[in-house]
Nanobody, 116 residues
């Protein structure tokens, strides 16, 4: 059973930084794509950043230049967030995609709160 667990969330002031980590367990394969989504209160879940097995990244326009997604060979994915803004406040979800089965895996989510 594949599980994704996020860590590193919390509360920071505007302009601060946080680093999210996501560890996985139960997978005997390397995920094709991993990344992060977020959901703010009253809004739909949206893509933040993804990175595939070729280390090609994709970012939401709102975080380009401020956030950096990375991954390692142990199926861990990270999100380094700089210059955080109140608009970044949301629950952040770790995401992993297995190409062969077309299956998506999600973490439980972790709260990031940015105060002005």
């Amino acid at each position: 059973q594949v599980q994704l667990v996020e860590s590193g969330g919390g509360s920071v002031e505007s302009g601060g930084s946080l680093r999210l980590s996501c560890t996985t367990s139960g997978a005997s394969f390397s995920f094709h794509a991993m990344g992060w989504y977020r959901q703010a209160p009253g809004k739909q879940r949206e893509l933040v950043a993804t990175i595939n097995s070729s280390l090609i990244t994709n970012y939401a326009d709102s975080v380009k230049g401020r956030f950096t997604v990375s991954r390692d060979k142990a199926n861990r994915v990270y999100l380094q967030m700089y210059r955080l803004e109140p608009e970044d406040t949301a629950v952040y979800y770790c995401y992993a995609y297995e190409y062969s089965s077309r299956y998506e895996y999600w973490g439980q989510g972790i709260q990031v709160t940015v105060s002005s």
